[in-house]
């Protein structure tokens, strides 16, 4: 289901790494990342983590409107609470609602829909978590968790539309991606050609040159990680407040690829929307140099750098950008 069509407006809000981001194949592009761990001296070792006595949560539909969460015994019983996580798309407005606790192995939860924090017709990103009980004592994690999407249509019916049964394809891309200056910062706009996507999923990844899904000779130097927006926006703004580097921390030129998915009921489109603009960044802000009145930007050879032509090559360029993207949007750092 979409929302009223191309209401413009901010998207502020987190989603980590959804269901959403496995459709895509995995493609020869691997980022690896490196944690250096050190001590000093002797120390008393870290309390040994209480282990989560369930597997991977399963979610089921058991009727219309009706869904079931269950999990299955992994590890040796331990108290632990069951939890969803509930916040409209395109808002930072979320609401906990605990599920209950349990102490053995294994669990199934009829939900009871709607979950709290969905007070309206529209969809929601919904996570379900199962953790120890903090009451227990010892360190909260690990935990279990599965993340997806619910809508609530005008009758009130919840469905969650990666697990109603109906295998929807991927929406069409967003189209016409543009850069636009916003006083002293920027936004992101985009033309939607889907009306039953249910979110789009904006970014940007930041290079030392033009990427190519069929050259290796760009290295990756950052990227904004940018939380989903509603259907019904077709802009995002103020990238310098959503702007982390990963790296470099010193002001560097280079080129950002701009990225927008629509995201469906089963998987994001095939390809995104995208365009490439050489770029400044560095100390907490970024620029694009040249852009003006929403223009697309020559590169520093005198021609337009869009992915758009080189994408056209077919499934192994869309799997290279997605997994890109992807591995590069798990990484991010706010």
């Not at 502020?12 to 895509?24: H, K, P, S, T, Y």
């Not at 949560?57 to 939890?83: D, E, H």
């Not at 906990?96 to 969809?123: E, N």
């Amino acid at each position: 289901m979409a929302l009223g069509r191309r209401r413009a407006g901010p998207a502020v809000g987190n989603d980590a790494c959804g269901m959403f981001r496995l459709f895509i194949l995995l493609a020869p592009v691997v980022l690896i990342a490196v944690r250096l761990d050190g001590s000093a001296g002797a120390q008393t070792p870290p309390a040994t983590p209480t282990p989560v006595p369930v597997g991977p949560l399963k979610l089921a539909q058991t009727a219309p409107g009706a869904y079931r969460l269950s999990g299955a015994g992994m590890a040796p019983a331990a108290p632990y609470r069951v939890a969803a996580h509930v916040r409209a798309i395109g808002t930072d407005h979320g609401v906990v609602v605990d599920l209950g606790q349990f102490d053995d192995d294994r669990f199934a939860i009829d939900l009871p829909l709607p979950l709290s924090g969905m007070t309206q017709a529209g969809c929601y990103h919904v996570g379900f978590s199962a953790a120890p009980d903090p009451k227990g004592g010892g360190p909260p994690e690990p935990s279990v968790s599965l993340q997806t999407h619910a809508c609530i249509g005008d009758g009130g019916l919840v469905t969650f539309p990666a697990y109603d049964g109906v295998q929807s394809p991927p929406p069409t891309a967003p189209s016409d991606v543009r850069v636009v200056p916003v006083g002293d910062d920027w936004q992101i706009t985009w033309r939607d050609n889907s009306d039953d996507e249910i979110a789009f999923d904006p970014g940007v990844l930041l290079f030392d040159r033009p990427w190519s899904p069929v050259s290796s000779d760009a290295t990756l130097l950052g990227s904004i990680d940018i939380p989903e927006t509603a259907a019904d926006w077709t802009v995002v703004g103020g990238l310098n407040s959503w702007f982390a580097p990963t790296a470099p921390r010193e002001y560097t030129c280079g080129y950002a690829l701009v990225l927008v998915f629509a995201v469906g009921g089963d998987g994001p489109s095939v390809l995104p929307g995208n365009t490439t603009v050489p770029a400044c960044f560095g100390a907490g802000r970024i620029t694009f140099p040249g852009v003006g009145s929403g223009s697309r930007v020559a590169d520093r050879t005198g021609r337009v750098t869009s992915l758009a032509i080189v994408l056209g090559a077919g499934g192994i360029a869309s799997s290279a950008l997605g997994a890109l993207w992807r591995v590069s949007r798990c990484r991010s750092i706010r």
